[in-house]
């Protein structure tokens, strides 16, 4: 047996001389089953009989065992003689109970003054004898991992005892107030014991913070040795349970009206866990006093640099955007003089790719000179692509779609097309969407995905475009001279191109006209102005010259007689397309654009 261990079995022993020791819990277990006081008390003096007799076998046993065995009796009785301060109170609160109610407690008072007065000493002794111990809670800077957790595991089981006899101390000076019995002794050595306590808690959460970061210094440095994770994490554990301790000691001194509010500032520091200490006034105090000095020490150290380098990145991101300005106008000078044909979107993705790649670089660049690792950083936005592009999917079917358009170029800007139900002029393009402007002024924006997959029409892809009509004449008019006239009308016409030559031919007798086809060919711009201009001309030229443009018509006969009621027979005699048609008496074919109104020259 060593020798610190034969001072706690003889201090053991002291005090279960000085208190008779006992049990609370069986006291907690006998008073819940209607007792008399009487019954209660003798309950509890029984008991600590018993519990006096196996703590004096376990100090027995104790001084002729060796190893782990004798640390275990060892143990047991400490336990003991804890358990004993917690039965001695429960008899004393008894005692208290009974008097409160006006009812005499008899001898039982007596033998409770007994136990506190031995009590107070027998505290004082046994608990200066374990606090004497509490200095291996200096750990070495490097040490074995294996014997760091042992370590570890024997101050855990010593924290718990010294807290429990400073709350035990503090209950046996309040309890020797309430009996009368001086307590002034009993009340200034707990006050000491905690006080040192938790200065001696205090330091050595502040030495292993202090040690975890030298740890986490080390693996930044050696990021896979195994030794220093596993201290790492030992060093852990070890603030982790003197974070719990000085919080239980802070507790205490609050209890006994002692000021706490530095310790609580130093575990909201450690443990980074706001707690409602943080509206105790001295505690906010502390943190914003101890932020302020680390804010100006570090104020003194970096700043010079940290303004230094925020302006070196202020001027790099200033010449990263002339550059990128200057990279936009090169590349699309560039493009201007080649011989490429390339869409219009495909030409300011060009450019917008090439100043955002430059942009890209000097961020970058300024980036690394702030400090900030760009590697991690790529890498992050690397993930968080990966996974918005998993949640856009629609937009990156879009997108795709766009890309398709931009490589194969069925349309640009400006150009007139049809796709499902919309007609109209494209009027911006980007990756995701185009803009359709209609001839009527509304802003159509569809996704790409849904123009390429459908049937694209683009009228104005051409730069010569055929412009297709249909004039019907009478069956009794001059063929010769009705398509002489049509010839004269559309080679005369300025916007008509000479070559392709005009088509003009007779295509179909109809049922009550004979059609002629008259295709010329124009500008694509041109193509409504034709249009319009030839069938206004055809009816003036035709009214003038007295060839007949056919309409629908229909003969209506009544008959009156004693055979047959009077009836009203319709019979067509030129039947059209239907009978809406208009009465300028042309036909579109099917190939033909039907325009609005309020077009105008479209183009």
Known sequence: MTQKERLGVRLVGSLLLAICLGTGNVYAQETANGQTFEERAAAIDADIRA??????????????AEGDFQRLLWRRSEDSGLEAITSSHALARLVIAQESNGLDSGEWRARAT?????????VQDYLTGVLERKDTDA????????ALASLEDQQAELWRRILRLLSASQDTATLSGEFGIDNEGQRTFTQSALRESV??????????????????????????????????RLVEERVRRLARNLTAASNLLKKVGMDDSRYRQQLIEVTGTVTTDIFNWRVLKGLLSEWLSDLGTWSKENLPQAVFKGLLFLLVLWIALAASRVTRRIVDEGLKR????????????????????????????????????VGPLLAGLGIAGFIVGFALQDTLGNFAAGLMILLYRPYDVGDIVETGTVFGKVSHMSLVNTTILTFDNQ???????????????????????????????????????????????????EKVLADPTPVIRLHTLNESSVDFIVRPWVRTEDYWD??????????IRFDEEGV???????????????????????STRATERDSTQQPVGWQGTKEAETPDVDDGAAT
């Open 139 to 146: 750990v070495p800077d490097n040490p074995d991992p294996a």
């Open 548 to 570: 007949s443009i056919p309409f629908p018509q229909r003969d209506i006969h009544l008959y009156r007689g004693d055979q047959e009621p009077l009836a009203t027979v319709l």
């Open 199 to 232: 200065r001696f808690l205090s330091l050595s959460l502040e030495g292993a913070t202090e040690q975890l970061d030298r740890i986490e210094r080390q693996l930044e440095v050696l990021p896979k040795d195994a030794d220093l994770a596993a201290k790492q």
């Open 338 to 373: 080649s011989n490429f044909k390339i869409s219009r979107l495909l030409r300011n993705m060009i450019i917008s790719s090439a100043g955002g790649f430059v942009l890209l670089l000097g961020v970058l660049f300024g980036l690394a000179q702030l400090g900030i690792s």
């Open 530 to 539: 034709v249009y319009w201009d030839v069938t206004r001309a055809v009816k």
């Open 114 to 122: 007994e136990l506190l007065t031995g009590m107070q000493q027998g």
């Open 51 to 64: 519990f006096v007799q196996d703590a004096q076998e376990y100090v027995r046993r104790a001084e002729s």
């Open 443 to 493: 802003t159509l924006v569809m996704p790409n995905s849904k123009i390429w997959g459908d049937v694209i029409k683009n009228v104005t892809a051409q730069s010569n475009r055929r412009v297709d009509m249909v004039f019907g004449i009478g069956y009794g008019d001059d063929i010769p001279k009705a398509e002489a006239l049509l010839t004269e009308i559309v080679t005369q016409h």
